[in-house]
């Protein structure tokens, strides 16, 4: 890819968008309002996780990369997210672990391997 940078604000924009997603439907999986402040309460621990693996990878150098990039931010969004919910009282259950690391592994990683297939299509 000759140009990472065009697609840095995309990988940003659908990072923080598929984290605040995955908020919504584990709120709507338990019939939890789905208020703002209720979402931005479920989503806030992991959106931190995520701007945490994005400087961590540095990854606006390759924001389509599934290994440079999607492996630490999404290491990062589960990890860093369920300390962030520990400390702030929200629970853990390892049930919500499991599901929580599938499936942001499928939207973090699954839109960088959809992207990839695309911009080397047309290259």
């Known amino acids: 890819m000759k140009d990472p940078q065009r697609y840095l604000a995309l990988?940003?924009?659908?990072?923080?968008?598929?984290v605040i997603l995955?908020?919504?439907?584990?709120?709507?999986?338990?019939?939890?309002?789905?208020?703002?402040?209720?979402v931005v309460q479920t989503a806030w621990p992991f959106l931190v996780g995520t701007?945490?693996?994005?400087?961590?990878?540095?990854?606006?150098?390759?924001?389509?990369?599934?290994?440079?990039?999607?492996?630490?931010?999404?290491?990062?969004?589960?990890v860093i997210g369920m300390l962030l919910r520990l400390a702030s009282g929200q629970g853990i259950a390892a049930a919500f672990v499991i599901v929580a690391a599938v499936t942001l592994a499928v939207f973090l990683l699954g839109w960088?391997?959809?992207?990839?297939?695309?911009?080397?299509?047309?290259?």
């Open 11 to 18: 990988a940003v924009i659908l990072d923080f968008v598929l």
């Open 22 to 38: 995955f908020a919504v439907i584990g709120r709507t999986s338990h019939r939890e309002d789905l208020g703002v402040a209720g």
């Open 51 to 78: 701007v945490v693996g994005w400087l961590a990878t540095v990854g606006w150098r390759g924001p389509l990369s599934i290994v440079r990039t999607g492996l630490g931010v999404w290491a990062a969004t589960v």
């Open 112 to 123: 960088r391997a959809v992207a990839l297939l695309i911009v080397r299509r047309r290259a």
